[in-house]
């Protein structure tokens, strides 16, 4: 859901003024980086010669190390260990331990010994950025963490007397340039600084943080207090899952049968629930488009709770229990009553169970209802926003950066480049099922009093929340400690210190304007952007709905006035700023206006710009109502015309703006691409769902309403919370840059699909299915007396 200069953004927040620089052109990169060196009082040129060249630098290095040991100031510490002082151009640089400073020194002379070890430690080394990255567009060389781990302490000879231990070197302001290295294993992370620091003071710079480490060592992503609790509370969630489905397994029928669940009723001897076709049914809280229930607050009386005890004592099933004479004379019999208690567990442990979650989950079984495209169109789009996350976010990664250039350019890759269309589609969708399902709520008196109103709002941030603070657990607590890369403390540390302060703003759902003016590239869980304009468009839908049910011109007026309204904005604020586009980011912005952060957003996450394809779902919405399940007759020359002209539509928005890519763009046309692309897209995506819903969808319309789409569906959710930290993942932790070619693409594409689904079924089974069980014991009615 990122743009690409974004999405580069979130993967190294330093790098924003860069990162679009490195597909366009080499030599004006390497004249960045040779300026930033003269700045930092050195000669590119003459250093990289250097440290590039194996005899010479080793000896720059031994005899700057051995030169400095010698003055050192020496600190003992009060358990007799020693360490060295290194001092830097602005004050010291850190405590170095004597072993580690004699490691260091043994390494060095081991290498110009041609000791196997350490030369296979060396080698393994990346260079720093040549003359090759004029052309091949490279600046970043990882070098070989397999072979410098490979390298083991010999416990018996004593050589090497450390492991080998891959490092990660980068220069701190511009990240884009960066090579591994291999040291000690008896080396922290601090004192590889210290010493790579010295060393590059004695280079000539001027700046103690002008490079930036990172090592693959135990205490670079230590455990913290929070990644503990919160670890502590999703092994809580799993072991009720587990309990809960081993009560379903052994216990839940029994404990329905059992008397004990009803308070004892006088002079009764035995009477026992009878398990009836009404136990066996479930009230699954989803139907073929698992939003629908988002946007509903319909509460079926006599509804199974989790599969339990029934809501409503009328529906609960009976046996003849003691008789009773009324005044009348008439012989009744006694209503068993339930246990509250008894109820309210079994409804909590059900809701955890797996065995009635997981094949509510993967049913493809559609119900009744004429929804069914909706499912296609949703997981089609999901699988829209991962192929464009899969090719963006490796931008800035890649090994072949040039070649990468060839294909972007491609008329094909603009389904990559333009894939942020992918989340108007979500929008039309949710427009769509807010207008739809609230009004047949309104139409049907079920939101009327304020509780109805209210539950409509909690439900919806019910059903969104937990899951979503658990996806923020898992990518800001939990991914650091999936594996060990070069880029891994880096990025964790960027996410934790983004998250740290405005974590509260995400279950608000304002976190697209706070902080303000909000930057994606340096965001907390940047993709959740959509969240919070879903959340903030969804607040506001029942005050257009209600006026658009009571008089049809007056709501179609409000939403007229607010899609001028956003679309002026959206024009205005575009030529203000002087946004271009070009999705390879070839041609300037056309004024200055940006302000100080080239990175703000101003257009992209704001609701002001965005909610013209919600009003266009919105208004599909209220015209499928109105029909009021008629059948629309439509002529087939209509029909035929109406779908020509949606996908020359869609067709026109993704690919119609290839020839810009290849000339200078006037603002003019920018200003009219940006304003009209969204909502053209919206209105096409529309007619589909229209189309498809009143029979006239054709083989397109059998092909959405498969049954496959139908599990897949009801995971879209969390498989839009987890696919980009499924990326990351691959990204951050991968020890080797990226070769991209199509087929290498085409791989990763489909294993973050695969991995994506697979992570979301998990999630949705521990966290998602639960919370949905809660709700319904939370708004339960059970009979006691």
């Known amino acids: 859901m990122c743009n690409l200069d974004m999405a580069a953004g979130q993967l190294n927040p330093h790098a924003d003024m860069f990162w679009s620089r490195i597909p366009r052109d ?115 060389d990882y070098g070989d963490a397999w072979l410098c781990e490979s390298n083991k302490e010999n416990k018996t000879s004593g050589v090497p007397a450390f492991d080998g231990q891959y490092c990660f070197t980068y220069i701190y302001s511009f990240p884009i340039a960066g090579w591994g290295i291999c040291t000690p294993s008896t080396c922290t992370q601090d004192e590889i600084q210290a010493v790579y620091t010295f060393w590059w003071n004695l280079l000539g710079a001027n700046e103690d943080t002008f490079l930036k480490c990172e090592c693959n060592s135990p205490d670079s992503q230590p455990w ?29 029928k029994r404990v329905l049968k059992n008397k004990v669940l009803r308070a004892p009723i006088k ?37 199974m709770v989790n599969g339990g005890f029934q809501n409503d004592e009328k529906n609960l099933p009976q046996k003849s229990s003691s008789l009773e004479v009324a005044e009348r004379g008439e012989v009744q019999e006694k209503k068993p009553k339930v246990n509250l208690g008894w109820a309210v567990l079994d409804g909590i442990l059900m809701s955890f169970s797996a065995i009635t979650n997981l094949p509510k ?118 991914m650091p400690h999936f594996a060990e890369g070069p880029r891994n403390q880096d990025f ?71 899609m001028v309204i956003s679309l002026s904005s959206l024009a205005v604020l575009t030529w203000y700023y ?5 999705p390879y980011g070839t041609q300037p912005y056309y004024n200055d206006n940006l302000g100080d952060d080239p990175g703000k957003d101003t257009i992209y996450s704001k609701p002001y710009t965005r909610i013209p394809t919600y009003l266009v779902g919105m208004v599909t919405g209220y015209n499928l109502f109105s029909l009021r399940n008629k059948r629309v007759k439509m002529p087939i020359l209509v029909a035929s015309l109406g779908w020509l002209c949606a996908l020359g539509t869609l067709f026109g928005v993704i690919y119609g703006i290839w020839g810009g890519t290849k000339r200078y763009i006037e603002q003019w046309e920018s200003v009219l691409y940006f304003t009209l692309s969204r909502v053209s897209w919206g209105v096409g995506v529309a007619w589909i769902i229209f189309a498809c819903l009143t029979g006239y969808g054709g083989f397109i319309g059998v092909f959405l309403g498969w049954g496959f789409w139908v599990p897949l569906a009801k995971m879209t959710y969390c498989a839009y919370l987890l696919h980009p930290i499924i990326i990351y993942s691959n990204i951050i932790f991968d020890k080797t840059v990226y070769h991209a070619d199509y087929m290498s693409l085409s791989y990763t594409y489909v294993g973050n699909i695969v991995f994506s689904y697979a992570s979301a079924a998990i999630l949705s089974l521990v966290v998602e299915a639960p919370t949905m069980g809660l709700e319904k014991v939370m708004f339960g009615k059970f009979k006691t007396s």
């Open 26 to 140: 080499g030599y004006e990169t390497m004249s960045a980086l040779k300026q930033h060196f003269a700045e930092n009082g050195m000669d590119y040129d003459s250093v990289a010669e250097l440290m590039n060249d194996d005899v010479r630098s080793v000896e720059f290095m031994t005899k700057g190390l051995r030169d400095y040991v010698k003055k050192a100031k020496i600190q003992v510490s009060p358990t007799g260990d020693r360490s060295y002082i290194l001092d830097g151009e602005t004050g010291p640089l850190g405590a170095v331990s004597a072993r580690c400073i004699d490691d260091n020194l043994q390494y060095l002379g081991d290498i110009q010994n041609y000791v196997l070890y350490a030369r296979r430690m060396y080698t393994s080394r990346g260079q720093l950025p040549s003359e090759k990255g004029l052309y091949t567009l490279g600046f970043r």
């Open 224 to 252: 913290r207090d929070w990644d503990i609790a919160f670890l502590s509370i999703m092994a809580f969630m799993v072991a009720l899952v587990m309990v809960g489905s081993a009560y379903e397994l052994f216990l839940h």
């Open 267 to 303: 002079g009764e001897e035995e009477n026992i629930y009878e398990e009836t076709k009404d136990e066996k049914k479930i009230v699954d809280s989803s139907v073929d488009d698992p939003e629908a229930i988002d946007h509903t607050t319909e509460v079926k009386n006599g509804g």
């Open 361 to 478: 989950m993967l049913s493809a079984k559609k119900s009744s209802s004429t929804l069914a495209a909706l499912n296609g169109i949703r997981v089609l789009s999901m699988w829209w926003v991962i192929l464009g996350h899969s090719g963006q976010f490796y931008f800035g990664y890649f090994a072949n950066p040039a070649q990468v250039n060839e294909i972007a350019y491609s008329f094909g890759f603009l389904a990559i480049m333009n894939s942020t269309f992918s989340v108007d589609t979500f929008f039309v969708l949710s427009g769509f099922l807010v207008s739809y399902f609230t009004l047949k709520a309104i139409d049907s008196k079920k939101l009327q009093s304020a509780f109805s109103w209210g539950v409509f709002y909690f439900h919806r941030w019910w059903r969104l929340t937990p899951v979503y603070m658990a996806a923020m657990g898992i990518f800001v607590l939990l």
């Open 492 to 562: 964790h540390d960027h996410e934790r210190n983004s998250c740290i302060n405005v974590w509260w703003t995400h279950p608000l759902y304002i976190n697209n304007f706070y902080p303000w003016p909000y930057n994606l590239g340096t965001a907390c869980m940047s993709w959740s952007w959509y969240l919070a304009n879903d959340m903030q468009f969804f607040v506001i839908s029942p005050i257009i709905l209600v006026i658009l049910y009571k008089s049809r011109k007056a709501g179609l007026a409000l939403i007229t006035s607010l």
């Open 578 to 582: 002087g946004y271009t586009y070009n």
